[in-house]
């Protein structure tokens, strides 16, 4: 805001000016006085405030009646006013000069003023209505005693009859679509005949305009009309104020949601014109500034209570997806399938979206980030997801740059709220799985979006060991019922081979792997890479060097982003589940696989435990088919052991020949959208 602004006085002719309440007018008493004069006193009208100002800009009010001060080099004076004028120059400033110790003037300047009200306003204070006349409005701030208005990028669907997202256009096809928007409201108060000759602008900057969108409520034949002003080309508008309206009401949409390149905050300026005079353009004798910060798309974590569970039918995996249904009835969640005319063969649900949500004080909704991966599920995000109060939002690859495996959402987990050395992540830390520099990264336009939201800060993990290379390929976090909240649970090979050494020594070397598996191969399967291994046995396989040697290899991987995640998320070793897991090197996959590169790299050696669902107190977890012992899974056994404690169940789910064959396990297949934090983003300081 422009709170200051110098009138120059004339003992010529009177000056008239217009004033804005809330500002200080300093009066340039020196410019105007004779030659002679060596003193001068003030006169002002009731409601005129005349303050003096000291040295270091200390100000004092003074007495407008029988007061003289010398004239001097050092003298300043300033006025405000109380309340807006009802008339034009219904307030006067009179300033007397005097020669010496006369007690007649020898000039006299006056000064009329017409003061007006003149604010541009949002929810600065973040309570869900607009702050009338609030301070610092042109700063944005985090942590709970933080100010600054938000905005939410208006990218869901109100209108189904709409071909885009709401911020695709400059048109307002549903009312309800105003409710995704902050409101702004231009107050004006004062004589009409003032904003009859000065022109009020509302105006943005050009790197903004393709940010924000801003529609105008106006009146047209007795109905309620919103026109587009602002956004998409256009950087100014003049505001038609009609004869005693004093609020002027605008909405707010945001066009883009923060990156890289762009902060998230957008400027708003308000400005009051001078008439324009002949060979001088108009001038702006105040101006208020008001700022919105675009609010970030937020992930969810494992530890939040969910909502629906999606879910992709195919010919061959009716038992999973039942089992699946039923895990989200107990789960007390909806489980919405997409059919197979929808998905076209890709049931890789996880890879292609990821759900997040959106937050202002005045409205909250999930969006969906759909992939670059682009497979066969590219069109159900945007055709299905997308709709009323559910947003989307994608990067999409240039045609130059190529993509990966890594590309796909599998890669992408967001960790529970941290503490981490005294800095909180109360809405977590995003995790991406990346590659060493000789190999295809994540996309650059992903992690740029991603970090780009700034409230989850991203940690990249080395996941490109792996066949897939994805983060969800040897981690998960699970619910615990304590201060903590959460355990990390990571693959272990250490803890596999320690768990069938103990089997040996208490004579069950014989037990082999998979006994008791049935898996149903898709029509047309063949396998490139047969997993079927001679090493069936506990004992076989502990006796084979080679493949103990690399899974010392992957587990040393593991054991890297362990630390890393240790010192990332500030967990200790009470915090982390070591679930067995064994993999073996593949240089091949069958058809119809979830990776799209052929490199040499790890793969489970038997369904990856911790590619699970958690819904809940619920787990859905790939079935291992581990050597039965006792008449029950060894595998299953350590798990239940290592995870019922917590309060969880586990439910394990054959995935076998509908998943796991093909690279991918239960987690691989499905997708969870969850409920919001009851955090509020803006109380974090990132």
């Known amino acids: ?137 042109d700063q944005w701030t985090w942590g709970p005693d933080g100010k600054g208005a938000i905005l939410l990028v208006n990218c869901d669907r109100d209108n189904p009859k709409a071909k885009e997202e709401d911020n695709k256009d400059t048109k307002l096809t549903s009312k309800q679509d105003l409710q995704d928007m902050s409101r702004m409201i231009l107050t004006t108060q004062g004589p009409n005949e003032v904003f009859a000759n000065y022109q009020l602008t509302l105006h943005i900057s050009k790197a903004d305009c393709d940010k924000v969108g801003v529609f105008y409520a106006q009146d047209k034949k007795e109905q309620r009309y919103y026109k587009h002003v602002l956004g998409s080309e256009k950087i100014s508008y003049h505001v038609k104020r009609n004869l005693g309206q004093v609020e002027s009401i605008f909405y707010v949409e945001g066009l883009k949601f923060p990156d890289i390149d762009f902060s998230g905050l957008v400027t708003f300026h308000a400005s009051l014109l001078e008439p324009a005079k002949k060979g001088v353009p108009e001038t702006s004798i105040f101006t208020d500034t008001l700022v919105f910060r675009v609010a970030p798309w937020i992930m969810t974590p494992n530890t939040l209570q969910p909502v629906s569970v999606y879910i992709c039918s195919v010919d061959y995996n009716k038992d999973f997806v039942e089992h699946i249904r039923k895990l989200a009835t107990k789960a007390g969640c909806k489980c919405i399938i997409c059919p197979k005319e929808k998905n076209r063969g890709d049931k890789w649900i996880q890879d292609e979206m990821e759900f997040g949500y959106i937050q202002a004080p005045h409205k909250t909704f999930p969006v969906v980030f759909d992939s670059p991966r682009d497979r066969g599920l590219k069109d159900f995000p945007f055709k299905e997801v997308l709709g009323p109060d559910f947003g989307y939002v994608k990067r999409e690859l240039s045609s130059k740059e190529l993509g990966s495996s890594l590309d796909g959402f599998g890669n992408l987990e967001v960790s529970p709220p941290v503490n981490v050395k005294f800095k909180e992540y109360p809405l977590g830390r995003i995790l991406i799985g990346a590659a060493l520099p000789r190999y295809s990264p994540m996309s650059k336009l992903v992690k740029d979006f991603l970090y780009g939201q700034v409230v989850q800060s991203p940690i990249e993990l080395y996941s490109d060991w792996l066949y897939v290379g994805h983060v969800d390929e040897f981690l998960s976090f699970v619910p615990a019922p304590d201060q903590k909240g959460f355990r990390l649970l990571l693959a272990s090979p250490r803890a596999c081979f320690k768990l069938l050494e103990e089997k040996e020594k208490e004579g069950h070397g014989k037990a082999k792997m998979r006994e008791g598996r049935k898996a149903k191969m898709p029509e047309g399967f063949k396998f490139q890479d047969q997993k079927e291994r001679k090493l069936c046995s506990i004992s076989e396989i502990i006796a084979d060097g080679l493949f103990r040697q690399y ?136």
């Not at 091949?588 to 040499?600: C, D, G, H, L, T």
């Open 1 to 137: 805001m422009t709170d200051q602004r110098c009138v120059q006085l004339s003992t010529e002719k009177v000056t008239s000016t217009v004033h804005i309440l809330g500002t200080e007018l300093f009066l340039d008493i020196l410019g105007a006085a004779p030659r002679a004069a060596t003193c001068f006193e003030i006169w002002a009208t009731h409601g005129l405030n005349i303050y003096k100002i000291e040295d270091h800009m200390t100000k004092s009010k003074v007495c407008c009646h029988d007061s003289t001060w010398p004239l001097d080099q050092t003298v300043k004076f300033s006025a405000t006013m109380d309340a807006p004028s009802d008339q034009v120059d219904d307030k006067k400033i009179r300033v007397s000069y005097y020669e010496c110790n006369d007690k007649i003037p020898i000039a006299k300047a006056i000064l009329h003023i017409t003061c007006i009200e003149m604010s541009l306003d949002a929810d600065i204070n973040r309570s869900g209505m607009v702050t009338r006349g609030g301070k610092q409005k």
């Open 551 to 686: 899974n010392d290899k992957c587990q040393k991987y593991i054991d890297g982003n362990r630390k890393t995640l240790k010192e990332e998320l500030g967990l200790t070793e009470e915090d982390i589940i070591e679930i067995p897991q064994l993999f073996y090197s593949s240089q091949e996959v069958p058809e119809n696989s979830s990776s799209q590169m052929v490199r040499a790299s790890a793969k489970a050696y038997f369904p990856d435990m911790v590619n699970m669902i958690v819904l809940g107190k619920h787990l859905g977890i790939p079935k291992p088919f581990g050597p039965i012992i006792d008449g029950q899974c060894c595998l299953e056994k350590e798990v239940r052991r290592l995870l019922e404690p917590l309060g969880l169940s586990c439910n394990f789910i054959d995935d076998y020949g509908t998943y796991y064959l093909l690279s991918g396990d239960v987690h691989c297949g499905t997708n969870v959208l969850r409920k919001p934090f009851s955090f509020k983003w803006w109380n974090m300081r990132p």
